[in-house]
């Protein structure tokens, strides 16, 4: 019997491909946004609004277990788009966004990645993104963070979506916002509801602003 | 759930490992595992018995050490771990920062015959 220390990272594979797209997307001119948000949490309604609003041109990647109907509203809009089917998985990896960039006809701007909704696995999954964004909504409620610390953990940024619905949940702001500052002490929290349109502009001037650092770094 | 693709890429290091040093079988895997990974351990047991099937780490034993993630009292200083529902201090209840722990997610060792 004989005990050999391995000290070998599991997702070494995934990570690998990731260092991957993130030269190729980089090469691109891409500034890439992993959106992480349980299902329903209105990711494809809140891509869609913010693209109204970004004076930077997007484009967006879907990941979906089944189906094309994301990939279809935003063809609808002209937006350069591609759909990834993961037929059965639980979230995007590596290799199947590395397929995606290669058939995505799209440079000089934003890409969205629209992972699968799903608030735990996407998140373990490195896409080489240049950050994610994680996506909690009024509906689901105020514990999202101490539910699921990783994603708030690891998101550049917040949104909190269906703001409109506020009157109608008991959604505790304070209680959201101390389970966020806990994890993640500097991420800004955005506000928005894509249905209405409210605080897009917000959202819209960082997201530029993120773009021209990502420019001018490179 | 995403414990599958994570067991599969587990067992393909462990191959990998194994052919290298001519390894024949692989008796035990000890795994590190923070907490904000997410990663269920029965899972990833139930997963890798049918992975490692017809392999050198069939029949392993899998060992798990699991980490806590950890906060830092803003007020006081005191290191906690979190319970239910609060990232406050227990010590003297202000809020508390994560400090980089839990997010680990390693093979450490194989025991090999």
């Given at each position: 019997m004989e005990e050999i220390v391995i000290i070998r990272d599991v997702l070494e594979a995934n990570n690998n491909v990731a260092s991957e797209n993130k030269a190729i997307?980089?090469?691109?001119?891409?500034?890439?946004?992993?959106?992480?948000?349980?299902?329903?949490?209105?990711?494809?309604?809140?891509?869609?609004?913010?693209?109204?609003?970004?004076?930077?041109?997007?484009g967006v990647i879907e990941g979906d277990v089944t189906s094309d109907i994301d990939a279809k509203k935003m063809a609808e809009k002209k937006?350069?788009?591609?759909?990834?089917?993961?037929?059965?998985?639980?979230?995007?990896?590596?290799?199947?966004?590395?397929?995606?960039?290669?058939?995505?006809?799209?440079?000089?701007?934003?890409?969205?990645?629209?992972?699968?909704?799903?608030?735990?696995?996407?998140?373990e999954f490195e896409l080489g993104e240049d950050f994610k964004l994680a996506m909690a909504n009024v509906p689901e409620g105020?514990?999202?963070?101490?539910?699921?610390?990783?994603?708030?953990?690891?998101?550049?940024?917040?949104?909190?979506?269906?703001?409109?619905?506020?009157?109608?949940?008991?959604?505790?702001?304070?209680?959201?916002?101390?389970?966020?500052?806990?994890l993640n002490p500097d991420a800004p929290i955005f506000e928005v509801s894509a249905r209405t349109g409210e605080g897009f502009g917000e959202f819209a001037k960082w997201l530029e602003e993120e773009y021209q650092k990502f420019r001018q770094n490179k | 759930m995403h414990e599958l693709s994570v067991t599969q890429s587990l067992v393909d290091i462990l191959l990998e490992e194994a052919q290298k040093r001519n390894v024949k079988k692989v008796t035990k895997v000890t795994v590190v595992i923070g907490e904000l990974t997410g990663l269920e351990s029965e899972s990833i047991r139930f997963y890798f018995d049918v992975l490692s099937e017809n392999t050198v780490a069939e029949g392993a034993e899998l060992v798990f050490k699991m980490i806590k993630a950890q906060f830092k009292c803003r007020q006081c200083g005191n290191i906690f771990e979190r319970t239910n529902f609060t990232f406050n201090c227990p010590v003297c209840g202000a809020t508390g920062v994560l400090v980089d722990k839990g997010k680990e997610f390693y093979i450490e060792s194989i025991e090999v015959e």
């Amino acid at each position: 019997m004989e005990e050999i220390v391995i000290i070998r990272d599991v997702l070494e594979a995934n990570n690998n491909v990731a260092s991957e797209n993130k030269a190729i997307k980089d090469e691109r001119n891409i500034l890439m946004v992993n959106i992480i948000g349980s299902p329903g949490a209105g990711k494809t309604s809140f891509i869609l609004r913010a693209i109204e609003h970004l004076k930077v041109p997007c484009g967006v990647i879907e990941g979906d277990v089944t189906s094309d109907i994301d990939a279809k509203k935003m063809a609808e809009k002209k937006i350069p788009v591609v759909q990834i089917n993961t037929g059965g998985s639980c979230h995007l990896n590596a290799g199947s966004v590395n397929r995606a960039l290669q058939s995505l006809s799209f440079d000089n701007g934003i890409v969205f990645i629209e992972n699968v909704g799903n608030l735990i696995c996407p998140s373990e999954f490195e896409l080489g993104e240049d950050f994610k964004l994680a996506m909690a909504n009024v509906p689901e409620g105020d514990d999202k963070p101490y539910k699921y610390p990783a994603l708030f953990t690891k998101a550049k940024a917040v949104v909190l979506n269906k703001i409109d619905m506020l009157p109608y949940f008991e959604f505790d702001k304070k209680f959201f916002y101390d389970g966020i500052r806990a994890l993640n002490p500097d991420a800004p929290i955005f506000e928005v509801s894509a249905r209405t349109g409210e605080g897009f502009g917000e959202f819209a001037k960082w997201l530029e602003e993120e773009y021209q650092k990502f420019r001018q770094n490179k | 759930m995403h414990e599958l693709s994570v067991t599969q890429s587990l067992v393909d290091i462990l191959l990998e490992e194994a052919q290298k040093r001519n390894v024949k079988k692989v008796t035990k895997v000890t795994v590190v595992i923070g907490e904000l990974t997410g990663l269920e351990s029965e899972s990833i047991r139930f997963y890798f018995d049918v992975l490692s099937e017809n392999t050198v780490a069939e029949g392993a034993e899998l060992v798990f050490k699991m980490i806590k993630a950890q906060f830092k009292c803003r007020q006081c200083g005191n290191i906690f771990e979190r319970t239910n529902f609060t990232f406050n201090c227990p010590v003297c209840g202000a809020t508390g920062v994560l400090v980089d722990k839990g997010k680990e997610f390693y093979i450490e060792s194989i025991e090999v015959e």
